[in-house]
T-cell receptor, first 113, second 113 residues
Framework: ETGVTQTPRHLVMGMTNKKSLKCEQH?????MYWYKQSAKKPLELMFV???????ENNSVPSRFSPECPNSSHLFLHLHTLQPEDSALYLC????????????FGPGTRLTVL | QQQVKQSPQSLIVQKGGISIINCAYE??????FPWYQQFPGKGPALLIA?????SEKKEGRFTISFNKSAKQFSLHIMDSQPGDSATYFC????????????FGQGTTLQVKP
């Protein structure tokens, strides 16, 4: 695997379900990001992790819970979501010491019924 | 202050024509301005980026023009090809910060054969 991978690619869940999104970066980067992409809206930053420490939470509801066990893996735990949370969730990574470029994964298309 | 405004929302160009997408920002602390290209089912990928110490950057058929005094920057795609049909996002960030990217709303480009 190369670059940034995300699993699953598609997820359908009910409002009472609990699920997790996984992101893995194979680039040796030290920072990882979660973004939400909704139709007709700009990409919204959700969380930033730098060297496994959360450095930014962009006023995200508590029904979204991030976890970063190491610099290569990032999870987004989901529980009691709302239909308006349906969106494409994108993970990105970056080498903060070398460049400003963020490398994105393909995203997880989430549908909340 | 944190917004990046992008226009137009959609653009149709004939093959061989020039595609122009514009962005404007307010925060003068921004010092990194990337453009991302996104194809359906894929995550955004860096296309080209510029810093405010130069007024223009060219990579192949893609050029960024940057006007620091007007707080505007634009993407020009010369000799547009059907394969360029995608959604384009401008963004801005402060390098010394967490790398948080503020994205524009996106422009859907269709290049007709």
């Amino acid at each position: 695997e190369t670059g940034v991978t995300q699993t699953p690619r598609h997820l359908v869940m009910g409002m009472t379900n609990k699920k997790s999104l996984k992101c893995e970066q194979h680039l040796g980067h030290n920072a990882m990001y979660w973004y939400k992409q909704s139709a007709k809206k700009p990409l919204e930053l959700m969380f930033v992790y730098n060297f496994k420490e959360q450095t930014e939470n962009n006023s995200v509801p508590s029904r979204f819970s991030p976890e970063c066990p190491n610099s290569s893996h990032l999870f987004l735990h989901l529980h009691t979501l709302q239909p308006e949370d349906s969106a494409l969730y994108l993970c990105a990574s970056r080498n903060t010491g070398a460049e400003d470029t963020q490398y994105f994964g393909p995203g997880t298309r989430l549908t909340v019924l | 202050q944190q917004q990046v405004k992008q226009s137009p929302q959609s653009l149709i160009v004939q093959k061989g024509g020039i595609s122009i997408i514009n962005c404007a920002y307010e925060n003068t602390a921004f010092d990194y301005f990337p453009w991302y290209q996104q194809f359906p089912g894929k995550g955004p990928a860096l296309l080209i980026a510029i810093r405010p110490d130069v007024s223009e950057k060219k990579e192949g058929r893609f050029t960024i023009s940057f006007n620091k005094s007007a707080k505007q920057f634009s993407l020009h795609i010369m000799d547009s090809q059907p394969g360029d049909s995608a959604t384009y996002f401008c963004a801005a960030s402060i390098s010394s910060n967490t790398g948080k990217l503020i994205f524009g709303q996106g422009t859907t480009l269709q290049v007709k054969p």
